[in-house]
């Protein structure tokens, strides 16, 4: 079992910038996948971006790419979310999750372990 707790989210301005965390406990972190999705008000849960244990990254768009960064730290069983020049579209419930394999990318399916989620609101 592993249980993954989500912090840092809030209301920011666009243009802002916040660090989410997740925080995971139950299993060895450094021999599993991280990935990062959000899910804005009346829409289907999207990936964002991924690390897997050798550290290698995927985002889902470039403009992620261009703004987000993930990264972890093992030491701290955490893996983190750095999100920029934020706008209203970034508006979402963010999600850390877990998987069992080393790289699964953006595939949802193969994600295991879910946290609750924590809410980002960009304001205009």
């Known amino acids: 079992q592993v249980q993954l707790v989500e912090s840092g989210g809030g209301l920011v301005q666009a243009g802002g910038s916040l660090r989410l965390s997740c925080l995971a406990s139950g299993r060895l972190f450094s021999s599993y996948a991280m990935g990062w999705f959000r899910q804005a008000p009346g829409k289907e849960r999207e990936f964002v971006a991924s690390?897997?244990?050798?550290?290698?990254?995927?985002y889902a768009t470039d403009s992620m790419k261009g703004r987000f960064t993930i990264s972890r730290d093992n030491a701290k069983d955490s893996v983190y979310l750095q999100v920029n020049s934020l706008t209203p579209e970034d508006t979402a419930v963010y999600y850390c999750?877990?998987?069992?394999?080393?790289?699964?990318?953006?595939?949802?399916?193969?994600?295991?372990?879910w946290g609750q989620g924590t809410q980002v609101t960009v304001s205009s």
């Open positions: 690390i897997s244990r050798s550290g290698s990254r995927n």
């Open positions: 999750a877990f998987s069992a394999l080393g790289n699964p990318a953006g595939r949802e399916t193969l994600y295991n372990y």
